[in-house]
């Protein structure tokens, strides 16, 4: 095994500061630095590989290239009792969520429930961190936002909607929240990236090469080729919704909108992310709605009581996240060079 393909096993501490660190060697103030990093910590801790130090160079892409600005400061709007708009000014997501989180959670607390726009942004994480945090609140959460035009409509061999992400997250009773993050595509476009690098074929159905045929290579779907959405006309019709949720209803772009001006530079683009936090509590009507989600709970996994196969959304991630801070982090030597490279 040569030295760059040898893994290199970090702390989360370790993590943490090699991703600030570069953040702050390529034009992050402080405060982006510091969220951007604790995002990419908490991936790396629930070995969320596709969306941890994975993604540091595009970041580091889109800070050099000037398309995203590393010190923007988000500015809140208050437009409605039930809405809050953040403005991330050309900034990174994760500042922007934890300025707007508060005052969504209080308005969904008030209203019964809110919404967050996040408009102005360059959006390049997972989406379960932030309804994670909205259910340990006490709320039901819903997220989704656009990307660059990966993925074709069914029926289609043209790019024009993005990956698309929806997640979803449920409070539980002294547990851990039940949350889903999924792309609208067969396959998140980090995973199949992560195919690509190692030399992995992916299932038939993920996407076509550049002359719409159906194919297994990685590297064909993303040089000239397409991604597909799952389940064919119905995760192409889900894709068509986050499109609107994330586009049009905040006032943001499409995703082949987005691709039409975006320099490439393997950064994220500009785009939005809607989020919707729902009061139970008010919802409910005084139901016990923890009790009944239970119930729901219970029964999915006795339903796998003899084969052990069935799971709640984020059981894997959950463990993972025990076990991690003992067993430290393991990052592909060539992607940690890398990384050290751009931090100079």
Wanted: proline residues 6%.
């Amino acid at each position: 095994m040569t030295e760059a393909a040898r893994p290199k096993h970090l702390s989360l501490g370790e993590v943490h500061d090699l991703a600030f660190n570069c953040l702050i060697a390529n034009g992050c103030d402080d405060a982006n630095a510091q969220a951007i990093a604790d995002n990419l910590t908490a991936a790396e801790r629930d070995r969320s590989e596709s969306h941890g130090l994975f993604r540091l160079p595009g970041y580091v892409a889109s800070l050099r290239s000037g398309k995203a600005d590393g010190k923007a400061q988000p500015r809140i709007e208050d437009t409605a009792p039930g809405v809050v708009r953040v403005d991330a000014m050309g900034g990174f997501a994760p500042l922007a969520l934890a300025v707007g989180r508060k005052p969504l959670v209080a308005k969904a607390r008030a209203q019964g429930v809110a919404a967050l726009a996040l408009v102005g942004v360059h959006h390049f994480a997972a989406l379960w961190p932030e309804v994670e945090a909205l259910a340990r609140d006490g709320l039901v959460a819903f997220a989704c936002t656009s990307t660059l035009p990966f993925a074709a409509p069914a029926g289609s061999a043209k790019p024009l909607f993005g990956t698309d992400p929806v997640a979803f997250a449920w409070p539980r009773m002294g547990g851990h929240p039940v949350v889903f993050d999924m792309a609208t595509t067969s396959m998140a476009r980090g995973e199949v990236m992560i195919a690509a690098r190692e030399g992995h074929d992916v299932p038939l159905g993920v996407g076509l090469d550049a002359e719409g045929q159906p194919t297994r290579d990685p590297k064909a779907i993303l040089e000239g080729g397409v991604m597909l959405p799952f389940g064919g006309y119905k995760g192409s019709a889900i894709s068509m919704m986050v499109e609107l949720l994330a586009g049009a209803l905040i006032g943001e772009v499409f995703s082949f909108q987005a691709g039409e001006v975006d320099n490439r530079d393997g950064g994220p683009t500009r785009g939005g992310e809607f989020i919707l936090a729902i009061d139970p509590a008010r919802t409910s009507g005084g139901a016990d709605w923890l009790g009944q989600g239970e119930a729901l709970f219970h029964k999915m996994l006795e339903t796998g009581a003899t084969s052990g196969a069935v799971r709640l959304p984020g059981d894997r991630r959950y463990g993972n996240r025990d076990k991690t801070p003992r067993d430290g982090v393991a990052i592909p030597g060539a992607l940690y060079d890398k990384i050290v490279g751009l931090t100079g």
